[in-house]
């Protein structure tokens, strides 16, 4: 083992140099492998993405810069190297307490080690390691850092446990290591004991884990703020479960409730009295489906809606459900009714594929340019063309359910005659008028923003520089984001 390899290396010049004429190699072996499993419990481990962290001595806002990763709270450890420098506040360094003491309970255990001599044997150790590639030596302007290479770690699910007496310090190490370690010092300065192997405890949690069936709980999301295509992947993904990361358990709203196919549910948990017992036999109604048995809870919240129920719980399993309505004569629905009457007569009378854009964003392009041939106008044309008709065939549909207030509210929505009540042709231009500002107005940010980046990155750079460059990257890429909705 390179361990191993670099303390035979060692022995003789440590002997020598130092005057450590009866260290054994055991002796520092132990040495070796207590310095090694501290890097290791201490993080020091290299990655190239740590480059400027170790560069900058330590400071998590350099992770933090990293997209791709969570952010390092203030309270999350982070990774502590090896550096020889006289002080740091992010990095362990050789004139440390816990070196220096290590040094004393494996080299000094028999013999006397020269005054002072612990950063210069460091120094050897380190160099020897790092020859026998077990660390990974890092100049950080006048100082090095060392830490551990990775290409010598590996993964191990054969483990052994020593302690010390009392159990004050417990090590887990892969078991074909366990032998050589027994009768290590205590890595905790506080414990002055030594490391015996541990029988291997029967614990029932153990015994779940190595022979039970687990299945772990894969979460994800189902609410309307996904995108149409990103959530029919989850619910496809729930319904066939054929990958060990398929979800099986959904944190929904409402949206559960339309008729969506969701598959085969075992539970439903609600996380409050839905409002009628129609909504209630909707949504635990997609449980049970596959044997006609399932769980279902219903947390009620501290409100005198969800009390009631509570201390009723019959009214709302058992009780009457209304059949669903609209009330035809409110304007705004039945306004939204006609306009769709509308659309699709115009589409009936044979309209090819260009008539209508597929997105937004030529329909906001005639708008701006006025363009009276193609959509919205060429629509509106329509309406003016077949106002009567569709307005009569429209309201026949309704017999006489309709008020005559309703019905002249909707005359001079499709006629006009009344400047009180905006037309149909008045409404569609006046709201794609109102995008193609907004979208103008956007586009002016985004341009602006773009000139103050640029602008910014010809300044001598620093971090506080740096942060409002990306502050201001952030703002243009939302404001992008939110251009590209509306186009």
């Known amino acids: 083992a390179p361990v191993q390899l670099a303390a035979l290396r060692l022995l003789t010049t440590l002997r020598e140099e130092f005057g450590l004429r009866d260290l054994s190699n055991k002796e520092l072996t132990w040495f070796l492998l207590g310095l090694v499993l501290r890097l290791q419990h201490k993080g020091a481990i290299y990655h190239p993405f740590l480059d400027a962290y170790i560069a900058d001595g330590g400071r998590t806002y350099i992770l933090n810069r990293q997209a791709y990763l969570p952010a390092f709270a203030p309270s999350t450890p982070a990774p502590v190297m090896l550096t020889d420098a ?63 290479h990775p290409d010598k770690l590996y993964l191990s699910a054969d483990t052994a446990t020593l302690t010390t007496d009392g159990q004050r310090s417990t090590l ?50 189902h609410t309307g703020l996904l995108d149409s295509e ?48 129609a909504n209630y036999l909707q949504r635990i109604g997609r449980a049970g489906r596959r044997d006609g048995n399932a769980f279902s809870l219903t947390l009620a919240a501290g409100r005198a809606h969800d009390l009631y129920f509570y201390a009723q719980p019959e009214q709302m399993m058992a009780g009457r459900i209304d059949a669903p309505g609209v009330f035809l004569n409110a304007s705004a629905v039945i306004e939204r009714q006609l306009v769709a009457y509308c659309m699709d007569r115009w589409v009936a009378s044979g309209i090819d594929d260009s008539a209508m854009p597929r997105t937004l964003r030529p329909v906001l392009d005639h708008v701006q340019k006025g363009n009276l041939k193609s959509f919205p106008y060429n629509f509106i044309a329509f309406c003016q063309r077949e106002a009567l008709p569709i307005l009569e065939e429209f309201l026949g549909l309704f017999g006489n359910d309709l008020h005559e207030r309703t019905r002249q509210y909707l005359r001079h929505v499709l006629l006009g005659g009344d400047d009180s009540i905006e037309s149909l042709e008045l409404q569609l231009v006046k709201r794609l008028t109102e995008l193609v500002k907004e979208r103008e107005r956007l586009s002016s940010r985004i341009d602006a923003l773009k000139r103050h980046v640029d602008k910014l990155e010809r300044q001598p750079q620093d971090e506080v520089l740096q942060q409002e460059i990306n502050e201001a990257r952030q703002e243009r890429s939302g404001l992008q984001a939110i251009k590209r909705r509306i186009n």
């Open 230 to 277: 990103d959530r029919q992947l989850i619910e496809q993904d729930f319904i066939k479960a054929d990958k060990p990361w398929s979800p099986n358990l959904l944190s929904a709203t409402p949206t559960l409730e339309m008729g969506i196919n969701i598959g085969a549910l075992s539970s439903v948990l609600l996380c409050s009295v839905p409002p009628t017992q």
């Open 86 to 148: 006289t002080r740091h506040t992010g990095f362990d360094t050789l004139h440390g307490h816990w070196y220096q003491n290590w040094c004393k309970r494996t080299l000094g255990r028999q013999q006397l080690l020269p005054q002072n001599c612990e950063s210069d044997l460091y120094r050897l150790v380190l160099d020897a390691l790092a020859e026998a590639g077990v660390v990974k030596a890092i100049r950080a302007g006048k100082n090095t850092v060392w830490c551990l």
């Open 172 to 221: 887990c190490v892969p078991a074909r290591m366990a032998a050589e370690l027994v009768g290590l010092p205590a890595l905790e300065h506080s414990d002055h004991g030594v490391y015996q192997l541990q029988p291997r405890a029967r614990h029932w949690l153990s015994r779940l884990y190595r022979q039970g069936r687990i299945q772990r709980v894969m979460a994800a999301e």
